[in-house]
C-alpha cells in the first residue's frame, strides 16, 4: 500500500514517431523535475523509438473536484 506522502506520480510515454501511447511508468517528481525521454520497442513500428513522457489522466494523481 503507497504511503501518505508518496511522490511518485504515474506518467504515460507517448512515441515521437507513432504517437501511440503503450508503455507507462511512475517517477518521483520531487527528484526529476524534466520530462523523461526513455528509447523503448514499438511492437507497432517494430523498432526501439523514443518514448516521451505524458501526463496519464485517469484521476489516481489527482484530486478531483466535487459536485
Do not use: C, Q
Amino acid at each position: 500500500m503507497a504511503k501518505k506522502g508518496d511522490k511518485r506520480k504515474l506518467i504515460g510515454m507517448v512515441s515521437e514517431e507513432s504517437g501511440e501511447r503503450i508503455y507507462y511508468t511512475s517517477k518521483n517528481s520531487m527528484n526529476t523535475t524534466e520530462k523523461l525521454s526513455l528509447k523503448k520497442y514499438s511492437p507497432k513500428l517494430r523498432k526501439h523509438v523514443l518514448f516521451v513522457e505524458t501526463k496519464k489522466n485517469l484521476g489516481r494523481n489527482e484530486v478531483k473536484p466535487k459536485k
